[in-house]
DNA sequence: ACTTTATGCAATATATATATTACATAAAGT
DNA sequence: ACTTTATGTAATATATATATTGCATAAAGT
């Protein structure tokens, strides 16, 4: 899997750590940590979740154009 | 949960079966089904799996507006 | 120097997405 | 009438997302 740069890019952009970013959506902080670096898999609510709270959507944070 | 029927429009669109549709993207019939009733909250790698199968994007398929 | 803060990592536990198998029904084909 | 085809549903099993707890480290604040 790959790490999601565009997810802690907008994170930053917010000033949230891992962790405020992680209560605001309700996960743990290793479940974001996971995510940024493409270890996890995570599921479409906890996507739409992350981005609703970085005022994005799913394919400015979670799609990818290449293969 | 919510029905998903924009997922069902676009799979009818390229006239796929539930069953056909998970082949394509190595789930089975039960999960395309209950993804569509909106029964399950589908991992994001299978619904990419899905939007390339059907030449969608996330925002196409997964994302909604409303609250 | 000490204390937070932010992050990575690891082990175990729990919840749930998904598979497997099977049955039911309605519609369409023959 | 019979046979497919498409879909819903349900029970059990398995894989994995996520939680929980704890430890380690590097950077920044004081």
Redesign the pocket.
Known sequence: MMKNLKL?VA??EHD???????KKV????????????G?????????ISICKTLNKTLDDLFWQEED
């Open positions: 802690k994170r930053v949230l750590s891992q962790a405020e970013l992680a309700d996960v743990t902080r290793q479940t974001i940590g996971l995510i940024e670096q270890k996890y898999n995570p599921s479409l609510q906890l996507c």
